[in-house]
Nanobody, 121 residues
Framework: QVQLMESGGALVQPGGSLRLSCVAS????????MKWYRQAPGKQREFVAR???????YYSDSVKGRFTIARDDAKNTGLLEMNSLEPEDAAVYSC???????????????WGQGTQVTVSS
């Protein structure tokens, strides 16, 4: 059983920073692309950033230059460094990862439960 667990969400003032973590646990052979999404109340889920196994990254225009996505495959962990936070960044942030449980299996998509980020003075 593979699980993703996010942490690091908190209340932060505008202009502040947060670092989110996403730890994959269970029977993991390898992790493919890792992504972060967010969903604010009353809004659709929004793509934030993704990182491939080779380290290649891609960001939504709304966070480019302020957020940095990273990964530590030795620890089965994905990271999202968020700087210059704005009230519009407030949302539940969820990680998403394609995971293989063996060398003979396909990548399967997994989601975490999410972590709340609140940006307010």
């Amino acid at each position: 059983q593979v699980q993703l667990m996010e942490s690091g969400g908190a209340l932060v003032q505008p202009g502040g920073s947060l670092r989110l973590s996403c730890v994959a646990s269970g029977n993991i052979y390898s992790i493919g692309v890792m992504k972060w999404y967010r969903q604010a109340p009353g809004k659709q889920r929004e793509f934030v950033a993704r990182i491939f196994r080779d380290g290649g990254t891609y960001y939504s225009d709304s966070v480019k230059g302020r957020f940095t996505i990273a990964r530590d495959d030795a620890k089965n962990t994905g990271l999202l460094e968020m700087n210059s936070l704005e009230p519009e960044d407030a949302a539940v942030y969820s990680c998403n990862a394609m995971i293989r449980v063996s060398g003979n299996s396909d990548y399967v998509e997994h989601w975490g439960q999410g972590t709340q980020v609140t940006v307010s003075s």
